[in-house]
């Protein structure tokens, strides 16, 4: 099956400088990687997805890249913002059957300090 | 718009009692359904999920059970609860249509203390 590192753990940024979040998939039928933000008691919110036809998408300070080649996607947050600080997931749906089962990467906790 | 509601919120209960937390979603028919459990500070591991009524794969053999007596209802039970059962619940929906988005939804969770 699908297996996905994440990387790194832990990451802390000063406030307005960028943040990097980088994730590795083994299952090269992958074609579909979001990415979840979750706040502390809260549950995982969305906020970005790539499928494996484009290369790059961009929503305002997030960007997700994807190199289907290498088998990696990484987020990208710039001017970080204290209210970024969060648990980061990435994740790869399987492509067999019909339940779209995702597959998550161990998280990212990010600190963003003012 | 779609909604997926679970309860209860909040729950402690005792080693070896039994457990039933209920899912339902809103606004959509025929949806994937999803059981994730998040350990503290952990990750989320997928315990079950189905893609219609009475249709339920287990991905982690466990005490758990899952059940979707309706379309858009769907219930993790257990007979005797464990300590290490202890986490955070999560239902999650995603559209069933083979050529629809795979976006996937999260419920607000249901955080279980088992003492």
């Known amino acids: 099956g699908e297996n996905v590192e994440q990387h790194p753990s832990t990451l802390s940024v000063q406030e307005g400088d960028s943040a990097v979040i980088k994730c590795t998939y083994s299952?090269?039928?992958?074609?579909?990687f979001p990415w979840y933000k979750q706040e502390l008691g809260k549950r995982p919110q969305l906020i970005i997805d790539i499928r494996s036809n484009v290369g790059e998408k961009k929503d305002q300070r997030i960007a997700v890249t994807l190199n289907k080649t290498a088998k990696h996607f990484s987020l990208h947050i710039t001017e970080t913002q204290p209210e970024d600080s969060a648990v980061y997931f990435c994740a790869a749906r399987r492509t067999s059957g019909s339940a779209r089962q995702l597959t998550f990467g161990s998280g990212t906790q990010l600190t963003v300090l003012p | 718009s779609q909604t997926i509601h679970q309860w209860p919120a909040t729950l402690v209960q005792p080693v070896g009692s039994p457990l039933s937390l209920e899912c339902t979603v809103e606004?959509?028919?025929?949806?994937?359904l999803y059981w994730y459990r998040q350990a503290a500070g952990r990750g989320l591991q997928l315990l079950f999920y189905?893609?219609?009524?009475?249709?339920i794969s287990s991905e982690v053999p466990q005490n758990l059970s899952a059940s979707r007596p309706q379309d858009r209802q769907f219930i993790l039970s257990s007979k005797k609860l464990l300590l290490s059962d202890s986490g955070f619940y999560l239902c999650?929906?995603?559209?069933?249509?083979?050529?629809?988005?795979?976006?996937?939804?999260f419920g607000p969770g249901t955080r279980l203390t088992v003492t």
């Open positions: 189905s893609v219609g009524i009475g249709q």
């Open positions: 606004g959509t028919s025929n949806p994937n």
């Open positions: 999650a929906w995603s559209y069933h249509w083979r050529g629809g988005g795979n976006e996937q939804y």
């Open positions: 299952d090269s039928a992958s074609n579909y």
